[in-house]
């Protein structure tokens, strides 16, 4: 089945693994995913992920990251932009999630970084998600 927004089906399928406490998570490869696991990767959401082939099907398996007390990193998840209303944002007004204590993911024409990056960077984009 064909899959109309997929990095919006990536973050469900995350949002749900953290709901039920699950250790890790299966999502489909693409190179928009595999951006966007990286940067919640070295933000510090997820501990570690990897590339794996099954049933000749790519695929990124994703292991989620709790605290001690099996609490999750990741309190939310949100996708900003959606097929039918793109959201862009200059580098002068980047959103901020939480005053700060959030991570938004960006598009830019230098690729996909966080907001922070993008505003050090002076280059504006489309903001694909946020997560705190």
């Known amino acids: ?13 995350v949002r749900n693994a953290v709901a039920v406490k699950s250790e890790k998570v299966d999502i489909r490869l693409s ?7 990286k940067i919640l990767k070295n933000e510090g959401y997820v501990r570690n992920f990897k590339k794996i082939t099954e049933d000749e099907i790519d695929i990124i398996r994703i ?38 204590l959030g991570t938004v993911i960006v598009s830019t024409s230098a690729g996909v970084t966080t907001g922070k990056k993008a505003v050090v960077g002076k280059v504006g984009g489309e ?5 705190w």
């Open 127 to 131: 903001i694909i998600c946020t997560v």
């Open 63 to 100: 292991y989620l990251r709790y605290d001690e007390k099996k609490n999750s990193v990741i309190h939310g998840i949100k996708s900003v932009s959606t097929p039918g209303r793109r959201v862009y944002s200059g580098y002068r007004n980047m959103p901020r999630v939480y005053n700060g």
């Open 31 to 37: 190179r928009s995913n595999m951006e966007i696991v």
């Open 1 to 13: 089945m064909s899959v109309s927004d997929p990095i919006a089906d990536m973050l469900t399928t």
